[in-house]
């Protein structure tokens, strides 16, 4: 068994992560490199630097999760941190206490750090001015999903190299997905051009505000033309009932992932996606198990990626 405390490299020019949009191509670097040591380090089972021992974690979950959650949690045991968890099931704001009283009741009992998931945007923001403690944003309502965006950016990076020019497809509800709006940002800052594809009700209002690099497809085949990466978004079904999606039956016609479908993308295109998966909506089964998903290295490559985060943020000598 080795150590990878050594050749992990940099640190970072901010303090909290609420989101990727503030975040500077170097530090998006440092995170990016950090995480693959630290991916190398989890293929190997090596042992990790305990750079969190004696830092007092909290995971503030006020909505439901299973990857992230579960690879926050997993990321601090390896660097030696012993974590609190809280939902609101089963806590005092299930009883009405504020989102801020809350926060500082936690922090009187010691918390260095906030990894949070709220339904409201701008949570994380609010935290990191109320309290003292680092502040990683794990989802924050449509807003942004950093570490959900770097990992995906990791993801891409290690099977197309540097992602400048790369073309990746973001297809399905973009208006209310933090995660697209967290890799439309890093995509961005990396060089890479991104498509946006959906039902014309869950396309975003205002696209041009995400810049020259991204654009909005006329139709499914123009998004996967030539495709590098394509990245598909679980369909919210509570956004069915408000009319904003058209039957699951005519969504899978128009925005579904199937394997003609794909062959459009250049050869070997990866095929992403957050999860949970609706298998059979956005994507059929067989891709989505197929040879050229990366699902789950995603799932692998987040808690690397939350390990560097917390590493480079709230480790002791990172
Ligand atoms: N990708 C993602 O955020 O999944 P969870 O909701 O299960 O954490």
Redesign the pocket.
């Known amino acids: 068994m080795t150590n990878v405390a050594t050749g992990i490299p940099g640190v970072l020019s901010i303090r909290h992560l609420p989101g990727l949009r503030e975040v500077s191509r170097q530090d998006l670097q440092t995170l990016l490199d950090t995480a693959q040591r630290f991916r190398e380090g989890l293929d190997r089972q090596e042992n990790f630097p305990k750079s969190l021992a004696g830092v007092s974690v909290v995971n503030l979950f006020f909505e439901?999760?299973?990857?992230?959650?579960l690879s926050f949690e997993t990321a601090q045991k390896k660097l030696g941190a012993s974590p609190m968890n809280f939902t609101t099931s089963g806590s005092s704001a299930a009883k009405g206490e504020s989102l801020r009283d809350t926060a500082r009741n936690i922090e009187s009992m010691g918390a260095d750090v906030f990894v949070v998931r709220h339904q409201s945007a701008g949570v994380p923001q609010f935290l990191a001015k109320h309290t003292k403690a680092v502040v990683i944003n794990a989802?924050d309502g449509a807003c942004e999903?950093p570490t959900?965006g770097l990992l995906d950016a990791l993801t891409m990076r290690q099977h197309l190299g540097d992602l400048a020019h790369r073309e990746v497809a973001i297809i399905g509800d973009i208006r209310h997905s933090r995660?697209a709006r967290s890799n439309i940002w890093a995509l961005s800052t990396l060089g890479a051009r991104v498509r946006l594809w959906g039902p014309a009700t869950l396309l975003p209002r205002s696209p041009l505000a995400f810049g020259p690099s991204v654009s909005i497809a006329q139709s499914i085949e123009e998004a996967l033309e030539g495709a590098d990466a394509v990245m598909l978004l679980r369909i919210q079904h509570e956004r069915q009932s408000s009319g904003m999606l058209p039957s699951l039956r005519e969504y899978r016609q128009s925005f579904g992932l199937d394997h003609s479908r794909l062959k459009l993308a250049r050869p070997g295109a990866l095929v992403l996606h957050?999860?949970?998966i609706n298998r059979g909506i956005e994507v059929v089964s067989e891709v989505a198990d197929g040879a050229q998903s990366v699902i789950l290295e995603q799932v692998t490559n987040g808690v690397a990626v939350r390990m560097a985060c917390l590493h480079l943020l709230a480790g002791k000598n990172p």
């Open positions: 439901n999760s299973t990857r992230t959650r989802g999903h959900q995660v957050p999860g949970p």
